[in-house]
């Protein structure tokens, strides 16, 4: 790594700055992807800039970037740019954010305008200071995305609102069209991987979510890559199942600088082609699986599939009765 990119982790990552460096091996040719040189992609970046806006596609590096916003669509990051932890896996700058922006919700609606947008991801950092976690801030995003763009469909991917009472309750009340928390690894890995979070606080998140409205849909994403086995990945579909989660993302861990986690293997194609085939069959309605997927990756079109597939089961489910 230059010396331009160790400062610029360094100040992205102050807390990893003293780790040693954890090399991953080399990328395999299926993770290959084209550095992005689109005018569509150039109009929509600035755009971002205009509105003052972040996207977890920038922040966290995506590798998907240039495809996503050639078809523009991104997945718009709220609460500011820096997170209150600091997971071993995450390329989001970490330390004391800044005060929440009032105006951020009407420029995420006014980008969603321009945009043209059909279906949007709204994320967050983690914002442990807040009282509600940030909580707000979603509801408020929510309903001037739907004040001015009636037919745009939303997609909130939220942090645990660890020890926030009502933060869920809040959001869920606020009937975004997909509810969706990623689980991101295996309980094992968690102390290493996720250390700010807890395994089953999330999975609880995801439960208590489809209680309070069991009609709305639920969302997970896993990485694997980190040295999990195949069998806890599949005791995690199972405890997914158990919480009644319809949509599950699988992609492969990708290191964002030396002094983040390792990759410690890169999963075949067709190992990702095999977890989509087992957690099909374990009852999710819809499962992307690939090297490259991402929680946001082709969330527009698989948001169209997953509503497609409530229907069909609906529909199964009338004729056998």
Same mark, same amino acid.
């Given at each position: 790594?230059?010396?331009?990119?160790?400062?610029?982790?360094? *100040?992205?990552?102050?807390?990893?700055?003293?780790?040693?460096?954890?090399?991953?091996?080399?990328?395999?040719?299926?993770?290959?992807?084209?550095?992005?040189?689109?005018?569509?992609?150039?109009?929509?970046?600035?755009?971002?800039?205009?509105?003052?806006?972040?996207?977890?596609?920038?922040?966290?590096?995506?590798?998907?970037?240039?495809?996503?916003?050639?078809?523009?669509?991104?997945?718009?990051?709220?609460?500011?740019?820096?997170?209150?932890?600091?997971?071993?896996?995450?390329?989001?700058?970490?330390?004391?954010?800044?005060?929440?922006?009032?105006?951020?919700?009407?420029?995420?609606?006014?980008?969603?305008?321009?945009?043209?947008?059909?279906?949007?991801?709204?994320?967050?950092?983690?914002?442990? &200071?807040?009282?509600?976690?940030?909580?707000?801030?979603?509801?408020?995003?929510?309903?001037?995305?739907?004040?001015?763009?009636?037919?745009?469909?939303?997609?909130?991917?939220?942090?645990?609102?660890?020890?926030?009472?009502?933060?869920?309750?809040?959001?869920?009340?606020?009937?975004?069209?997909?509810?969706?928390?990623?689980?991101?690894?295996?309980?094992?890995?968690?102390?290493?991987?996720?250390?700010?979070?807890?395994?089953?606080?999330?999975?609880?998140?995801?439960?208590?979510?489809?209680?309070?409205?069991?009609?709305?849909?639920?969302?997970?994403?896993?990485?694997?890559? *980190?040295?999990?086995?195949?069998?806890?990945?599949? !005791?995690?579909?199972? &405890?997914?199942?158990?919480?009644?989660?319809?949509?599950?993302?699988?992609? !492969?861990? *990708?290191?964002?600088?030396?002094?983040?986690?390792?990759?410690?293997?890169?999963?075949?194609?067709?190992?990702?082609?095999?977890?989509?085939?087992?957690? *099909?069959?374990?009852?999710?309605?819809?499962?992307?699986?690939?090297?490259?997927?991402?929680?946001?990756?082709?969330?527009?079109?698989?948001?169209?599939?997953?509503? &497609?597939?409530?229907?069909?089961?609906?529909?199964?489910?009338?004729?056998?009765?």
């Amino acid at each position: 790594m230059t010396d331009t990119k160790l400062s610029a982790a360094a *100040l992205r990552h102050p807390e990893k700055r003293n780790r040693p460096d954890n090399p991953s091996p080399r990328k395999p040719k299926w993770i290959r992807v084209k550095a992005p040189t689109s005018a569509v992609f150039g109009e929509v970046q600035s755009m971002m800039r205009s509105k003052k806006m972040h996207t977890v596609c920038e922040e966290a590096s995506c590798p998907n970037i240039g495809e996503c916003w050639q078809r523009r669509h991104a997945a718009f990051m709220i609460l500011g740019d820096t997170c209150t932890r600091a997971c071993a896996f995450c390329n989001v700058k970490t330390g004391r954010p800044g005060l929440v922006d009032p105006t951020e919700p009407e420029h995420v609606a006014e980008s969603v305008v321009n945009m043209g947008a059909k279906h949007i991801v709204v994320t967050s950092v983690d914002r442990d &200071d807040l009282d509600d976690g940030g909580a707000t801030q979603f509801v408020r995003v929510i309903e001037a995305v739907r004040a001015a763009s009636p037919q745009t469909t939303i997609e909130i991917l939220t942090p645990d609102f660890r020890d926030k009472p009502g933060a869920l309750e809040l959001v869920v009340a606020a009937r975004p069209d997909v509810f969706n928390h990623n689980l991101e690894t295996v309980p094992r890995l968690y102390p290493s991987i996720r250390p700010g979070a807890r395994y089953f606080q999330s999975l609880t998140i995801l439960r208590e979510a489809k209680r309070i409205d069991p009609t709305i849909f639920t969302k997970s994403g896993l990485m694997v890559g *980190l040295g999990e086995t195949k069998s806890e990945i599949l !005791q995690v579909m199972d &405890d997914l199942r158990i919480a009644d989660v319809d949509f599950l993302t699988i992609g !492969q861990y *990708l290191q964002p600088t030396l002094k983040h986690a390792a990759v410690a293997e890169f999963v075949t194609p067709e190992q990702f082609e095999d977890y989509k085939t087992i957690a *099909l069959a374990k009852g999710f309605l819809v499962v992307a699986s690939s090297p490259m997927t991402r929680s946001s990756y082709h969330a527009d079109r698989d948001f169209e599939t997953l509503r &497609d597939a409530r229907l069909e089961k609906h529909g199964r489910a009338r004729a056998a009765g």
